[in-house]
């Protein structure tokens, strides 16, 4: 029996009777995490993981919403739901249905690597394993996130000895916070833009340590655009908003399309950070294989090449036409 | 080689032009002569012969990734290098190098021996050297390895780097980097202290320079403007521009070396060159084309190509594509440098040259050192009615050089001014039927096309609809034929002339009509017109629609034309130039 099948408005539950971050308007949806292409307005009835609701509140305003701990579950239309920490942002799950016997998992977008923002990912068994494979290529292979945050506070310190800011991009949810986790604030101060800050005001709330931020209307002391870190959206590059940095900033993306050298060039900036909200290729195998799923499911990214080598590694594979990867990090979308 | 993988990295990551040559001097400052030595070599674009083949590099690194080949060949499209993709697939390095040895070291001992091994040892021993390498490491090894080396840095930068160093001219430099790069030099660290020692004689700043090495080339630029806007004519030699291959010839020590403008030694693929030429008096340079003659006009570029990178040049091929040696500059006579020399006093020199040496230049009764003829018209008017004779005659235009101009250094304008002044393209309307991702910077984007006309014209706009219909259906040609339909034959590729943004529009429409979802060549539904320039047209055997065009380039997106309306075969055919046509 199909307990997720895909619809032209997304994911559906046909025993439960509802839907996964759909992406046409419907009665019942649950939303797996916040990101735009995953969580849109106009559903009549919102359901997320509790440390979800703050972050998921900030971006979709006053909607109908009920929340579940993680490892909780409840039980709908005979289905019974708990979510589970999917470690992709703050408040991100995988959506457990059971029903009859049958066990399925959707995990929406995920990581398998620690996070200083989120829940870490918890493998759940389960006989389908929806997944995503936005990096599912074996070019894909992380560093660890100490490592990464050596390097942008060399690249900070550096450019700051040198009187210049430096610009850091990133995804103003997720990215931003998980930047400002783990960057050494004693370096200097730290502009966030004001597409970043409502977020991390989001995370600060729901108890997520954060170093103190600024946006650039509480800033006072203009000299702090000769040595600052300043967080913004990719969108930000080229915009007015850059030109009280002057012409001698340097500036960096942060992502995992940063892996490549097309990627870094193509962004055209000074500097590229392998930092990614996705699991890596390793991470996707782990994940899989921990489920111990039968059958797989794969959404989103490098659906065909995921598909194939999991065939060929035995088991059930096959693809659901979506719409997720809009936004952060699809395939289409390599800035981000 | 971790020295040079840190300036490599340095220079990889950056933009900005100060900070590259920064880099380059701190590392040819620091690093041991020998290192830098092949460093200059590489980064002005060496490439030596190849060692290791492609295939065996791909074999090595499937056996050591355990990955499967299609899924190696999925990740080389999203790369789009196979020294990355090599890199980021291998597992990291096992053993630890008890100490790190230096590029020259890895060339010598460890890269070029390659090329003589048998096949399973050189597996064996690429393996081994990976083992002992980081990744950046491997990036490189694979990129010096397979002979592609490239970096965002010129050589001019390079040269820029070194005589800052030295505080000498860049000129000077420039002038000693000629030939630096060629495949066949074993860069020393002899050759890398002579480029930035002082010069020999003080005076003139000039030094004698290797045996047989040619003078950095001289660069025109394209004429924008209207020619009038230049002034009198009486100031410009004027002379055809031809479609052959710019080259020097050096007579030097008794030999003849024949250099291209890419700076390759290529005297042994012009074998009656250098017999032709060997009576000519020590220490001269001349500047010109070599062009395949017949009769008394060139011959198109296909026969040329056709001369190009043999190992044997045969008899035959001797006869058949007879080449020669097409002078319009003379920069150094008895050993005496002419390039401070005006236009007009090279010149008169060149013709006297030419006068005294085309006789004894003669190989099978055939004269190999022609003049480039100086066209002479009474003004600007009567000139571009001239230029319209170009097609005809076979070149591509007038070259226009200020008679006042001295013979400079690549393509500045301090010194003198040349121009190619280049007839417009030919055009034809044309259909984009299969596309291929990028390389590098724009793997991600489908950006490599092939264009097709209609082999008759369609009856109507809904015939043309149904042959698209057809395509996307997947429906084999044959029977499309069959049903009545026209046919589109593909008969060029081209992946430049539009912006990032028009790719980026052609990128997203081809993803959504493209049938096939594996392997690198994409069939796409004919939804997208384009305007296609292109320099010449001949024709070919090898190519399906029986034609062949040089420099095919995108001018234009059609939106305006539907698919009815771009043009077929007949229209290509009626471009060729007449001896060409059926």
Known sequence: ?336 | MKQFAELFAELDGSTSTLHKVQALKRYFEHAPAEDAAWAVYFLSGGKPKRTVPTRTLREVALQVSGLPDWLFEESYLAVGDLAETIAHVLPTSSTVPSQSQGLAWWMQHRILPLRNLPDEDRIAAVQSCWNELSATERFLFVKLVGGGFRVGVSKLLVTRALAELAVLDAKLVATRMMGFADASNQPTAEQFSALLAVPANSSTGEDPGRLGQPLPFFLAHPLQEEPEELGPLEDWLVEWKYDGIRAQVVKEGGQVWVWSRGEELVSEQFPELQEAFAQWPDGCILDGEILVWQGDAPAGFNALQGRLNRKVVSKKLMADAPVVFLAYDLLRLHGDNMVNLLQRERRTALEKFHASHHEQSTVNAMPRLLLSQSVKAPNWDALKLLREESRGRGVEGFMLKHLASKYGVGRTKADGLWWKWKIDPMTVDCVLVYAQRGHGRRASLYTDYTFAVWETPPASKAQAQEVAQAIANGEKVEDTVARGLPRLVPFAKAYSGLTDEEFKEVDRVIRKHTVDKFGPVRTVVPVLVFELGFEAISRSTRHKSGVAVRFPRMLRIRHDKPLHEADHLAVLEALLPPENAV
């Open chain 1, 1 to 336: 029996m199909d307990l997720v099948v895909s619809r032209p408005e997304g994911l559906y539950c046909p025993p439960g009777d509802f839907y996964i971050d759909p992406w046409r308007k419907v009665d019942r949806a649950i939303i797996t995490h916040a990101h735009a292409d995953h969580a849109r307005v106009g559903h009549n009835h919102y359901l997320c993981a509790a440390p979800g609701e703050g972050v998921l509140r900030t971006r979709l305003g006053n909607i109908s919403l009920d929340t579940l701990p993680y490892g909780t579950s409840t039980v709908h239309n005979g289905v019974k739901i708990s979510l589970h920490p999917a470690g992709h942002v703050l408040g991100s799950c995988q959506i457990r249905l059971e029903y009859q016997g049958h066990v399925w998992v959707a995990s929406g977008d995920y990581k398998v690597a620690p996070d200083l923002t989120c829940d870490a990912f918890e493998p759940v068994k389960c006989h389908t394993f929806i997944t995503e494979s936005t990096f599912g290529l074996p070019i894909y292979r992380w560093r660890s996130d100490a490592e990464i945050y050596a390097e942008i506070n060399a690249w900070w310190a550096a450019n700051a000895a040198l009187g210049k800011a430096s610009v850091l991009y990133g995804y103003s949810f997720g990215k931003a916070q998980r930047i400002l986790a783990g960057v050494d604030s004693s370096i200097g101060p730290i502009v966030c833009h004001s597409a970043c800050e409502g977020l991390n005001k989001a995370y600060r709330d729901a108890g997520v340590k954060l170093p103190e931020t600024l946006t650039v209307s509480e800033v006072l002391d203009k000299s702090i655009y000769k040595n600052c870190l300043a967080i913004a959206p990719p969108a930000a590059q080229g915009a007015a908003w850059m030109k009280r940095f002057g012409n001698s900033y340097s500036d960096a993306f942060a992502s995992g399309w940063m892996q490549l050298r097309g990627g870094r060039r193509r962004s055209n900036v000074d500097r590229g950070f392998v930092m990614s909200d996705h699991a890596d290729w390793p991470g996707l195998m782990r994940a899989i294989g921990a489920t111990g799923a039968e059958q797989v499911i794969v959404t989103h990214g490098y659906v065909q090449v995921m598909v194939r080598w999991l065939q060929e590694q035995g088991l059930n594979a096959r693809a659901f036409v979506t719409e997720y990867g809009g936004e952060g990090e699809g395939e289409q979308e390599p800035a981000a």
